[in-house]
């Protein structure tokens, strides 16, 4: 089983960069894809980015490309999400999830396993 624990999060100003930490115990971290996804008041969870459990493979939401970078650190069970040039509609609570296998899914529904959340707020 793989609990994420998510740090990072804070109030920047457009334009800015923040980085997300996501801590996730379990001895199997190198095996597990990991993504994160956000939910700002009012709307849906929506998907941000993933990356496999070995790190070799991303994606990410179109609204978030060249903006956002995904990366992890098996040895450390860590991952993070590296957030630059920041804009008010980043503005959410932003979660990070665990599958139980180590392939990328963009669907909310294939993680198993979802940390607290932490809020990000980006003022214009």
């Known amino acids: 089983q793989v609990q994420p624990v998510e740090s990072g999060g804070g109030l920047v100003q457009a334009g800015e960069s923040l980085r997300l930490s996501c801590a996730a115990s379990g001895p199997t971290f190198s095996q597990t894809a990991m993504g994160w996804f956000r939910q700002a008041p009012g709307k849906e969870r929506e998907f941000v980015a993933t990356?496999?459990?070995?790190?070799?493979?991303?994606d990410y939401a179109a609204s978030v490309l060249g903006r956002f970078a995904i990366s992890r650190d098996n040895p450390k069970n860590m991952v993070y999400l590296q957030m630059n040039s920041l804009k008010p509609e980043d503005t959410a609570v932003y979660y990070c999830a665990a599958r139980s296998e180590g392939f990328i899914s963009v669907w909310a529904g294939h993680y198993d396993y979802w940390g607290q959340g932490t809020q990000v707020t980006v003022s214009p």
């Open positions: 990356i496999s459990g070995k790190g070799l493979i991303t």
